[in-house]
């Protein structure tokens, strides 16, 4: 018969309330995004709730396409006591790989309520999808 530590109840329970903060940090800096694609274009959507558009910086460099910002605080307190806030100001970054088959000239970025759209269009998406080749004859 194996018998228990009285110690051993306690260990995990020491650290409990630091198990959650990793990924906490790692949601910050790392915001929720989706990527899809079509025919014509790849897209990229990134929740960034309460972010301002001239706060985020969405750039191109040797085939990675960059989205960084920060979420700033502005509060003027006066009066209150808070017992604890669940908001998160910081700065942030992801970085997505693209394919070799886009047109880095012509991303665009649209912002509308805390989204954040890029559209990747593909090379050669606007050229012909199928044609019949004529057969010459000698």
């Known amino acids: 018969m194996v018998e228990k530590s009285h110690t051993a109840g306690w260990w995990p329970n020491l650290y409990e309330p630091l198990r959650g903060i990793g990924e906490k940090i790692a949601d910050w800096f790392a ?7 079509t025919q014509e274009f790849y897209e990229i959507n990134m929740e960034l709730p309460g972010v301002a558009a001239e706060n985020i910086d969405v750039s191109i460099s040797n085939g990675t396409l960059t989205i960084k910002g920060e979420k700033r ?26 394919p070799p088959d886009v047109e880095a000239s012509k991303i665009a970025a649209d912002f509308k309520d805390g989204i954040l759209t890029v559209k990747v269009p593909k090379a050669g998406a606007h050229e012909e999808k199928a044609r019949k080749i004529e057969i010459r004859s000698a």
């Not at 915001?31 to 694609?37: N, S, T």
């Not at 605080?73 to 693209?98: K, N, P």
């Open 31 to 37: 915001p929720r995004a989706d990527a899809a694609a």
């Open 73 to 98: 605080s502005q509060r003027q307190e006066s009066g209150r006591t808070y017992f604890f806030t669940e908001r998160e100001y910081g700065a942030f970054q992801r970085s997505f790989r693209l």
